[in-house]
C-alpha cells in the first residue's frame, strides 16, 4: 500500500509519469498508481514463489532503509542548518548502527535474491534515466 504514495511523490517530483500523480475527486487518494501497482503486485505473486517474493521485497526495504540512515548522516555534514522537525537521539550512533544492522540482513540472503533485487534496482535505474532524469523538477530548477 506504501508504493503508490512513494509513485505519487515521485510524479510530483517529476520522476514518474503524471499519471501516478493523479488523485481521486473524492477520496484525495493516488487510483491509478494504486490500481498499477496492484495488478503489477498480484501479477507476481501469481507467477512468483511468496517465499522468494517476500525476500526480495524485504531486501529492497532494507536497502532503502539503509539508503536513509545513511543521507541522514550525509545532510548533517553537507547541510547542518538545515530545518529538522523531527529528531532522532544519539544519531551518530543510532544512523550508523542502522546501516550496519540493515546490511547484516540483507547480506544473510540467498544469491538468488541478489541477482533479483540487482536486475530489479537496474530496472529502476534505466526508468530514472531513460524518463525521470529528463523530467526532473529539480533538475528543470538548476
Known sequence: MGQPRIFYSMSR????????????????????GTVIVAAIAALMAALLPIQLLGDVVSMGTLVAFATVCLGVLVLRRTQPNLHRPFRAP????????????CLALIAIM????????????LVGFSFYFAYGYRHSRLRQRS
Open 13 to 32: 517530483d517529476g520522476l514518474m509519469p503524471k499519471l501516478f500523480g493523479e488523485v481521486h475527486a473524492k477520496f484525495q487518494t493516488p487510483h491509478k
Open 90 to 101: 544519539m544519531i551518530y550512533l543510532v544512523s550508523p548502527l542502522g546501516v550496519i544492522a
Open 110 to 121: 540467498p544469491i538468488l535474491n541478489w541477482t533479483i533485487l540487482l536486475i530489479w534496482t
